[in-house]
């Protein structure tokens, strides 16, 4: 018996969180009717990138394929056997933040972000932001599939920051 096909989609969703976390990412599976089979939620952003990579096996990419490559953005998992450590990496990943805040919202870095204001961003920036990655509303919808790839390629961008900085 021919197992259904299936669709996996990758997001994120950039909102404070219970967990104190600025940003959360999920990973979906459809069958190929558009019902949603699986979804799990990754706290970890280590975890997440592992997965995306290929580096773990997971259900979620079984064929351990590397949608970084796939999707010319840069990321992976380093591997540094000497003290046996392996880290993933996404600059991409840790500019997210940077959308919603002005500012770091903890005490311990000082680092500005790219929002109008201090912890959404203006509603010009949110408009766009609904248009260009299909979402109603930041602080409850995960950015998914193309959208998150664009997003995630956007990020890196320093043209789209620029414009996005003074979106107003």
Do not use: H
């Not at 994120?12 to 009717?33: E, P, Q």
């Not at 961003?121 to 599939?145: A, H, T, W």
């Amino acid at each position: 018996m021919r197992q259904p096909a299936s669709k996996v989609v990758f997001g994120v969703k950039i909102s404070t969180g219970a967990n104190s976390s600025l940003v959360s990412f999920v990973a979906m599976r459809y069958s190929d009717d558009g019902v949603l089979r699986a979804k799990r939620i990754y706290t970890s952003k280590d975890e997440f990138i592992k997965v995306l990579s290929g580096y773990w096996p997971s259900p979620f990419n079984p064929q351990k394929r590397d949608y970084f490559k796939e999707n010319k953005v840069m990321g992976g998992v380093f591997v540094n056997d000497t003290i046996r450590i392996e880290v993933g990496y996404c600059p991409a990943l840790d500019s997210l933040w940077k959308i919603r805040f002005s500012d770091w919202p903890y005490k311990g870095m000082n680092q500005a972000g790219w929002s109008m204001n201090k912890s959404r961003p203006g509603l010009k920036q949110e408009e766009y932001l609904s248009k260009r990655y299909n979402i109603k509303q930041l602080d409850f919808d995960y950015i998914v599939d193309t959208n998150f790839w664009n997003l995630l390629y956007d990020v890196t961008d320093s043209t789209w920051i620029s414009n996005y900085k003074f979106i107003n």
